[in-house]
């Protein structure tokens, strides 16, 4: 057994763990009900998925005797599913600041719950036919030579999802940029009308820039590598190679739900009292806006 597909699994399970717990506390949080926690519940979710997706690889490759096609190409496709669903929703949160900050008058009249089910619905479903792709023709089982590093995905297939992924990401940047625009003219909006209220959004602000800093900035870290990689790479490239750089890639799945855990205000008071049953009295009690994701 090598020990980089046990270090594979054992981040898998750590993964499925974390983000199980993050589902559980949005699920049974009633006041955890508005657009932006949804979404952190969807990234939630594909990266629980993500991390049953190489605990159920890494059982496919070692403990299922005789190996099986279908299995294989099924974990590949829980896979692709998982990780595209992930970058999605990262996608989704950078807009959905972008819109409460372009938009703030209107923002929570536009946004509904509803809405946003709709949107997210339709955004699992695309991912969920990514996920099919290996089953239904994008594998290299009959030709070995046309294998990528993401086996069983040819090369062609893996440049194609390297190279989505890059816009993607490029895409969440451009906002990003955005953001910090409106952010900064927000901030000097507050510094000359010098009210209590401007200051409390200010500091909301800055709380949710900071996060989403975190988030992009150690999701870029952790994946850019990887895709550029597998732009270039082949089966034929030393497997150690591709396991360095796949294994910091599935822990971004292991850092977001820390992210939520420590720099949501609701989310930290919900695992207080699910954990103590008490709420410590360090925590504000100022109400829940748009900027704190």
């Known amino acids: 057994v090598s020990p980089w597909d046990i270090a ?20 049974y949080t009633p006041s955890l009900r508005a657009p932006m926690f949804l979404l952190i519940g969807s990234l939630a979710l594909a990266d629980l998925l993500a991390g049953l997706g190489l605990v159920a690889n890494f059982a496919v ?17 829980l896979l692709l599913a998982a990780f595209s669903a992930s970058v999605c929703s990262l996608l989704a949160i950078t807009v959905d600041r972008y819109l409460s900050l372009y938009n703030a008058l209107t923002y929570h009249s536009e946004r509904t719950l509803g809405f946003t089910c709709a949107l997210v619905l339709l955004m699992w479903l695309l991912c969920l036919g990514v996920g099919l792709l290996p089953l239904l023709g994008w594998n290299c089982l009959r030709d070995q030579s046309s294998c990528s590093i993401l086996r069983p995905v040819t090369k062609d297939n893996a440049a194609v999802l390297a190279v989505t992924f890059l816009l993607l990401f490029a895409l969440m940047m451009q906002l990003y940029l955005q953001i910090c625009k409106i952010a900064f003219r927000h901030a000097q909006q507050i510094a000359v009308q010098h009210q209590f209220i401007a200051t409390a959004q200010a500091t909301s602000t800055r709380k ?9 900035g150690t999701f870029a870290l952790c994946w850019i590598p990887f895709a550029i990689y597998s732009l270039v790479a082949d089966s034929s490239y030393p497997a150690v190679y591709t396991y360095s750089l796949a294994l910091p890639a599935t822990c971004n799945s292991l850092i977001n739900p820390i992210i939520y855990a420590f720099r949501n205000p609701d989310i930290q008071k919900s695992l207080w009292l699910a954990c103590c049953g008490c709420i ?9 806006t748009s900027s704190d994701v």
């Open 8 to 27: 594979l699994c054992a981040t898998g399970t750590a993964v499925a763990g974390e983000n199980a717990l993050v589902l559980a506390v949005l699920f």
């Open 61 to 77: 490759r070692y403990l299922l005797r005789p190996p099986s096609e279908a299995a294989e190409l099924g974990a590949a496709g």
């Open 208 to 216: 949710g820039l900071s996060t989403l800093s975190l988030i992009l």
């Open 280 to 288: 410590p009295s360090t925590f504000s009690s100022r109400p829940r």
